[in-house]
Nanobody, 117 residues
Framework: VQLQASGGGLVQPGGSLRLSCAAS????????MGWYRQAPGKQRELVAD???????NYADSVKGRFTISRDDAKNTVYLQMNSLKPEDTAVYYC????????????WGQGTLVTVSS
């Protein structure tokens, strides 16, 4: 399984971007899809995730500004980012994981989001 992330770029503060991450190949069963980010000099952190048929989960720093969604028919996860701030600048990685048998943990290659005027 390969995850292909897209949609990153340069945006001004207050702007919006929509990230997409499509999985090629077959993903087995129920799982959690999510987005993480890593800013320069910082550890990778969870931005948001969404389990199959479950409720979404957001980092406090993005609540009310970002929305995660998934389309299981397309094996795709999205991250709509509004009211972007310079501190949102980071490489964003998508992830699909399943923690019980058969377990798996797939990562995308990352897409750079830069928020700057």
């Amino acid at each position: 399984v390969q995850l292909q992330a897209s949609g990153g770029g340069l945006v001004q503060p207050g702007g919006s971007l929509r990230l997409s991450c499509a999985a090629s190949g077959s993903i087995f069963g129920l799982n959690t899809m999510g987005w993480y980010r890593q800013a320069p000099g910082k550890q990778r952190e969870l931005v948001a995730d969404i389990p199959s048929g479950g409720s979404t989960n957001y980092a406090d720093s993005v609540k009310g500004r970002f929305t995660i969604s998934r389309d299981d028919a397309k094996n795709t996860v999205y991250l709509q980012m509004n009211s972007l701030k310079p501190e949102d600048t980071a490489v964003y990685y998508c992830n699909v994981r399943r923690t019980y048998y058969p377990a798996y943990n797939y990562w995308g290659q990352g897409t750079l989001v830069t928020v700057s005027s």
